[in-house]
C-alpha cells in the first residue's frame, strides 16, 4: 500500500470519527465529552494521514500540539484560524472517564465539533490536492 491510500485510509477515519461527533440526537443518553473526544480523534487522525503525506514518522499520540509541530517544521502552513484544533487535545483522555472535571458544556461541544469539521474538510482538501498533482523531488 502506497504512502497516498495509507493518507485516505487514515483520513476516512477521521471522517467516520467526525460524523460520530455530530450525532448529537439524544442528549440524555450521549455525554458532550465522549462526542468532543470523537472531534478530537477526526482531527488527530486527519494530522496523521497529513503527517502519512508528508512522510513523516509520527508517535503514538493524542497531542495535537505536538502531531501540528511536526508539520510545521517541514514549512508546512496551517491556515491561522485552524490552530485552535489544539485545545481538542484536553478532550482525548482525561474526559472520557468519570472524574474531577467540569461537564463539558453546549457551547464548547459546539466549538469542538466546528473546529473538527473545518480541520478535516482542510485535509481532505489538501490530500485530494495532493493525491491529483503529487509533489516530486
Known amino acids: 500500500m502506497n504512502k497516498y491510500e ?4 487514515w483520513l476516512n477515519r477521521a471522517k467516520s470519527n467526525v460524523t460520530i461527533a455530530r ?31 508528508f512522510d513523516i514518522k509520527f508517535p503514538r499520540t493524542h ?3 505536538h502531531l501540528v509541530e511536526l508539520i510545521e517544521n517541514i514549512n508546512f502552513k496551517f491556515p491561522e484560524e485552524l490552530l485552535a484544533i489544539k485545545e481538542l487535545t484536553e478532550y482525548s483522555v482525561e474526559t472520557r472517564y468519570p472524574g474531577e472535571y467540569e461537564s463539558v458544556s453546549e457551547e464548547e461541544y ?28
Open 110 to 137: 459546539n466549538r469542538a465539533i466546528n473546529l473538527s469539521t473545518k480541520f478535516v474538510e482542510f485535509a481532505d482538501s489538501h490530500i485530494t490536492n495532493m493525491i491529483k498533482f503529487p509533489f516530486k523531488k
Open 23 to 53: 450525532l448529537n440526537s439524544n442528549k440524555d443518553l450521549i455525554f458532550y465529552e465522549d462526542l468532543c473526544f470523537e472531534a478530537e480523534q477526526a482531527v488527530e487522525k486527519a494530522l496523521k494521514a497529513l503527517c502519512i503525506l
Open 6 to 9: 495509507r493518507a485516505l485510509q
Open 63 to 65: 497531542n495535537i500540539q
